[in-house]
């Protein structure tokens, strides 16, 4: 949601070169997957549902059981 309004069916997002973007994950278990080239993906392991994204500085845990990983492909 932003600014109180809640969105479906978007799949992928992208920050801004402000430099001040965060994501926040659902109070779900979830994965966050970093790859060193883009897309990254945080899925949430409750409902198996995703969302690619780049461009984010921030990244913040939702409040149950979160993994960060930190892929990088030869």
């Known amino acids: 949601s932003v600014s109180g309004l809640s969105f479906t069916g978007i ?5 801004s070169t402000a ?3 965060a994501l926040t ?4 278990s979830s ?15 409750t409902n198996n549902r ?3 994204f780049t461009s984010f500085e921030a ?3 939702g409040n149950n059981g979160n ?3 930190i892929l990088a492909w030869a």
Do not use: C
């Not at 994965?31 to 949430?44: E, I």
């Open 25 to 28: 994950g659902l109070g779900v």
């Open 31 to 45: 994965r966050w997957d970093l790859n060193v080239t883009p897309p990254n993906r945080y899925t949430d392991l």
């Open 67 to 69: 993994t960060f990983s």
């Open 11 to 15: 799949n992928a997002v992208i920050g």
């Open 59 to 61: 990244l913040n845990a």
């Open 50 to 52: 995703f969302l690619e």
């Open 19 to 21: 430099g001040t973007d």
